[in-house]
């Protein structure tokens, strides 16, 4: 009788032993999962990414103040604090003086989390727009979501969404609210100004994980859907080449988690399609995240025209200029808690054969991902060079690549993101500022 209940107590502690091991094995074994498709294996991938800084994320939930924080991984001496409002954020250097920044930002004030866009000059905020979605949509906290797309057009218009937000938002430069679109839009857009249209990306949940997802162009003035594309559309229009399907499990049709993690659309407006003979304006710069690719495509058929594969890692915001591209290389590294490199700024000369090099500043910087860059160029030859780095909660001005300008967003003793930064050259801004003020 003993040995009878000591082997069912034996194969019972075996049978535990086994059903747990799957349910590890499914949990930590992603990249190995089957059940890929929404609603539950984002569910299962929260969890996973919720155990890979278990105590961390423990803290957070019990000290919900913690959740927008980044981690501190810069020193910063002689701060200066500029404020408007109860809104402010720290700087050190010199801004020049014939420049605005506009940076989007998450601040607490009295307890309470707010996104705003910043307006700088000469070291002092300016202005400030408030960055809200209506409710109507979909309730989501504040807390629990990022901006992260922003416009800023020539006739002074602002257009934003957030990572975990609900819409595509339009507002005057006063902070007015002029239009709302519904819907899960995400990361990086841009417009085409003389056109007067954007293209935006924007989640769509049917299929399996981020293979539906949507590029759309936008009427600006309106807001009105002119057209849309998939990834679908994509593969089938550039068949039988096959860029896009390195995360498709063989002799199935089942994709591993976020395939693709698309984070920018770039379009080819008239001012840069003139430097470029390759190009025409319209076409659309599509960054790949989770494919380490930045590919250029004719919107009108969905042919690639040209694709980078592999000179970055995980890159980010990819931008056209005078006869070449810049690309935001994160250079994440996840493999034993370690980085691969600092992050940096390639570029890519399609006037000089397609050179690819690195924008030598003089100052490091690091992003695990959401990383911005904007350039300006000045008189002889000069130029700016700005970099959001997000994760480390900071704003760099590079002048001829020596770093002038260093904005941090230290709120109570934590660092939390800057999401966005434009230079803005524009005498007539600054008016148009102080007139909202009049106004309000």
Same mark, same amino acid.
């Given at each position: 009788?003993?040995?009878?209940?000591?082997?069912?107590?034996?194969?019972?502690?075996?049978?535990?032993?086994?059903?747990?091991?799957?349910?590890?094995?499914?949990?930590?074994?992603?990249?190995?999962?089957?059940?890929?498709? #929404?609603?539950?294996?984002?569910?299962?991938?929260?969890?996973?990414?919720?155990?890979?800084?278990?105590?961390? #994320?423990?803290?957070?939930?019990?000290?919900?103040?913690?959740?927008?924080?980044?981690?501190?991984?810069?020193?910063?001496?002689?701060?200066?604090?500029?404020?408007?409002?109860?809104?402010?954020?720290?700087?050190?250097?010199?801004?020049?003086? %014939?420049?605005?920044?506009?940076?989007?930002?998450?601040?607490?004030?009295? @307890?309470?989390?707010?996104?705003?866009?910043?307006?700088?000059?000469?070291?002092?905020?300016?202005?400030?727009?408030?960055?809200?979605?209506?409710?109507?949509?979909?309730?989501?906290?504040?807390?629990?979501?990022?901006?992260?797309?922003?416009?800023?057009?020539? %006739?002074?218009?602002?257009?934003?969404?957030?990572?975990?937000? $609900?819409?595509?938002?339009?507002? %005057?430069?006063?902070?007015?609210?002029?239009?709302?679109?519904?819907?899960?839009?995400?990361?990086?857009?841009?417009?085409?100004?003389?056109?007067?249209?954007?293209?935006?990306?924007?989640?769509?949940?049917?299929?399996?994980?981020?293979?539906?997802?949507?590029?759309?162009?936008?009427?600006?003035? $309106?807001?009105?859907?002119?057209?849309?594309?998939?990834?679908? %559309?994509?593969?089938?229009?550039?068949?039988?080449?096959? =860029?896009?399907?390195?995360?498709?499990?063989?002799?199935?049709?089942?994709?591993?988690?976020?395939?693709?993690?698309?984070?920018?659309?770039?379009?080819?407006?008239?001012?840069?399609?003139? =430097?470029?003979?390759?190009?025409?304006?319209?076409?659309?710069?599509?960054?790949?995240?989770?494919? #380490?690719?930045?590919?250029?495509?004719?919107?009108?058929?969905?042919?690639?025209?040209?694709?980078?594969?592999?000179?970055?890692?995980?890159?980010?915001?990819?931008?056209?200029?005078?006869?070449?591209?810049?690309?935001? @290389?994160?250079?994440?590294?996840?493999?034993?808690?370690?980085? =691969?490199?600092?992050?940096?700024?390639?570029?890519?000369?399609?006037?000089?054969?397609?050179?690819?090099?690195?924008?030598?500043?003089?100052?490091?910087?690091?992003?695990?991902?959401?990383?911005?860059?904007?350039?300006?160029?000045?008189?002889?030859?000069?130029?700016?060079?700005?970099?959001?780095?997000?994760?480390?909660?900071?704003?760099?001005?590079?002048?001829? #690549?020596?770093?002038?300008?260093?904005?941090? $967003?230290?709120?109570?003793?934590?660092?939390?993101?800057?999401?966005?930064?434009?230079?803005?050259? $524009?005498?007539?801004?600054?008016?148009?500022?102080?007139?909202?003020?009049?106004?309000?």
């Amino acid at each position: 009788m003993k040995n009878k209940a000591f082997k069912f107590s034996l194969l019972y502690i075996c049978v535990i032993i086994f059903l747990s091991s799957l349910a590890v094995t499914f949990i930590y074994g992603v990249k190995i999962g089957y059940l890929r498709e #929404n609603p539950m294996f984002d569910k299962i991938y929260t969890l996973y990414s919720f155990t890979l800084d278990f105590k961390k #994320n423990i803290n957070k939930i019990f000290n919900k103040n913690k959740i927008q924080s980044v981690n501190k991984k810069k020193f910063y001496n002689n701060l200066t604090t500029t404020s408007v409002n109860g809104i402010n954020i720290s700087y050190t250097g010199e801004m020049p003086k %014939d420049i605005i920044i506009a940076a989007t930002t998450s601040m607490r004030i009295d @307890d309470t989390l707010n996104h705003y866009l910043l307006f700088l000059h000469e070291n002092k905020i300016i202005h400030y727009v408030l960055l809200d979605e209506i409710k109507k949509f979909e309730k989501v906290g504040n807390l629990h979501k990022w901006p992260h797309g922003l416009i800023i057009s020539d %006739d002074n218009k602002i257009y934003y969404n957030f990572d975990g937000g $609900n819409s595509l938002v339009k507002k %005057d430069i006063c902070g007015d609210r002029i239009w709302d679109i519904k819907g899960k839009f995400h990361h990086l857009m841009s417009i085409n100004d003389s056109n007067n249209y954007l293209w935006a990306l924007k989640k769509n949940y049917f299929g399996a994980s981020d293979y539906a997802e949507s590029f759309v162009k936008i009427k600006s003035d $309106n807001g009105e859907i002119l057209d849309s594309f998939n990834v679908n %559309d994509l593969i089938i229009a550039n068949s039988p080449n096959d =860029y896009f399907s390195i995360k498709q499990r063989d002799l199935s049709s089942v994709w591993e988690y976020e395939p693709f993690h698309f984070n920018d659309i770039d379009v080819l407006n008239k001012k840069f399609s003139i =430097y470029f003979n390759e190009f025409s304006e319209g076409d659309l710069m599509i960054s790949s995240r989770s494919l #380490n690719m930045v590919f250029i495509i004719d919107p009108r058929n969905l042919k690639v025209k040209d694709l980078i594969f592999g000179k970055f890692r995980r890159q980010h915001d990819a931008d056209w200029n005078k006869g070449y591209i810049t690309i935001y @290389d994160n250079q994440t590294e996840w493999g034993n808690d370690k980085r =691969y490199a600092d992050s940096r700024i390639v570029k890519i000369d399609y006037n000089n054969n397609k050179k690819i090099s690195t924008i030598k500043l003089d100052d490091k910087f690091i992003s695990d991902a959401r990383g911005n860059y904007d350039t300006f160029d000045l008189k002889d030859d000069e130029q700016l060079h700005l970099i959001v780095s997000p994760y480390e909660g900071s704003l760099f001005l590079f002048k001829n #690549n020596k770093k002038i300008f260093s904005l941090v $967003n230290k709120q109570k003793n934590d660092l939390l993101s800057i999401s966005n930064g434009k230079i803005i050259f $524009n005498k007539n801004l600054k008016e148009k500022l102080n007139s909202c003020k009049t106004k309000n």
